[in-house]
């Protein structure tokens, strides 16, 4: 475990006024055992997903554009509406997410990997700005070619839970910890746990932050992060088969805690089970395989898969070619609504 001392700065925000009551509603949403298929006919290229209740947020690149926004659609819609939330072109989204309150956290740089700007903003559903947190105290400028973050995730307490990110003066890699207000809690690493090959995190139906990952010996594990002790708490190991692929998918699941989506198919996982279950087999998948980093388990209980054209944003860097970060966009994107608990539940029965 690496701790940072507190580094006495004031995180300044931005903009603030009162949020919105948009609690999630606690309706029953029904199980649904439709497997369709939807071309996607909106304006979005499409980087990343997320849902609550009956609606799915995209996050992207406008076709006419090429400035970066967020649009919603109702499930089995094939077009998309564009939220007011006017990003300036000269952002990029890294990372958005949905905090249990389904409020909209977005993570933007600046789209020339300057760091000159690093923002968190928060919007609610019909993108009014609730906030914007000034994050470049916790992501300065010095590291490695402006790479910040990969995916975070929100706690109930409002915390977040980054992958892939530069620490301050730190190079090392595991889950940076920031405090709702964007003040720096600090970094989980830990050497028997390899952190710096984190798959997927996903907030449990326990309300505690899981991440899938591998241990020293190259098994895929399920780790608990202790938030209060900077460390991992639980670690539940070799709940997948070995070699189940670097594109692991964690969501909370219904009819079990986790689901993991990768090359080798569905799975589900109760914590404490010595491993998890085989729902949907990737031989299986009605897709072309190339959807692992964009897909989405609905509350109707099942999954989104995102497939299409995919391009690549590289950026050649002191002669060599790397990745940028947001750099994998979906074009010409058809959706596959797969059900995942109706097929637990066939499996039961067999």
């Not at 819609?77 to 989204?93: A, G, H, R, V, Y």
């Not at 990952?213 to 938030?227: C, F, G, K, L, Y």
């Not at 109707?300 to 966009?329: A, H, P, Q, W």
Request: net charge negative.
């Amino acid at each position: 475990m690496v701790a940072i001392e507190n580094q006495g700065f004031v995180t300044k925000e931005i903009e603030e006024t009162e949020p919105p009551n948009n609690t999630l509603s606690e309706t029953v949403v029904p199980i649904s055992n439709k497997e369709i298929t939807i071309p996607y006919e909106g304006s979005l290229d499409i980087c990343f997903i997320a849902n609550v209740d009956n609606i799915i947020f995209l996050a992207g690149v406008e076709s006419d554009s090429g400035i970066y926004a967020i649009h919603k659609m109702k499930i089995e819609d094939n077009t998309s509406e564009k939220l007011p939330l006017n990003i300036p072109s000269d952002l990029m989204i890294q990372a958005f997410n949905l905090d249990i309150e389904g409020n909209i956290h977005i993570f933007l740089t600046d789209s020339d990997k300057s760091v000159q700007r690093c923002e968190m903003w928060i919007s609610d559903q019909e993108g009014r700005v609730i906030r914007k947190i000034d994050m470049r105290e916790v992501f300065p400028i010095e590291g490695s070619f402006g790479q910040i973050v990969t995916d975070f995730v929100i706690d109930g307490e409002g915390r977040y839970y980054i992958s892939g990110n530069r620490f301050r003066e730190i190079s090392q890699s595991g889950i940076t910890i920031i405090e709702a207000d964007g003040q720096i809690l600090g970094l989980v690493d830990s050497p028997d746990s390899r952190l710096w090959g984190i798959y997927s995190m996903a907030r449990g139906n326990d309300g505690k932050i899981y991440l899938s990952n591998n241990t020293r010996n190259s098994e895929m594990a399920v780790m608990s992060i202790d938030p209060e002790g900077l460390c991992i708490g639980e670690c539940y190991e070799d709940v997948l088969p070995s070699g189940y692929g670097s594109y692991t998918g964690a969501h909370a699941g219904i009819n079990a805690d986790l689901f993991f989506f990768g090359d080798a198919g569905i799975y589900s996982y109760d914590l404490g089970d010595e491993s998890g279950k085989q729902i949907i087999a990737g031989s299986m998948f009605p897709f072309s395989g190339e959807v692992q980093l964009c897909q989405e388990f609905l509350t109707d209980g099942r999954f989104l898969l995102v497939d299409g054209d995919r391009r690549m944003k590289t950026e050649i860097i002191n002669g060599n070619e790397y990745l940028i970060n947001s750099g994998e966009i979906y074009q010409n994107v058809v959706f596959y609504y797969i059900p995942v608990v109706s097929a637990m539940e066939s499996e039961s029965n067999n």
